[in-house]
């Protein structure tokens, strides 16, 4: 079948892979909730990098990702490096 594109066709695996991909994607929140969290920031001194760093702690005290792709799930600090 020559002049086919061939790409542009839509397989039954296709098709079947389409109803099974969950779509993934992190609910926002609202500008004001960003503008508290920055004004409480600033009120305590601390930096972007500081409030990262407490987080960080957080993270690891109560064992649950708070950040990035991956929030909600299990805290898993990084590997010790080996000598």
Not at 33 to 58: E, H, P, Y
Request: hydrophobic share 30%.
């Amino acid at each position: 079948s020559a002049g086919q594109n061939k790409q542009h066709l839509v397989t039954r695996n296709t098709a079947k892979l389409d109803r099974e991909t969950e779509e993934l994607h992190h609910h926002r929140v609202s500008l004001e909730v960003g503008k508290v969290i920055q004004l409480g920031r600033q009120n305590k001194g601390l930096t972007q990098k500081d409030l990262a760093t407490v987080m960080g702690k957080i993270e690891r005290a109560i064992g649950l990702k708070l950040r990035g792709k991956e929030i909600g799930l299990p805290f898993e600090p990084p590997n010790p490096k080996k000598k």
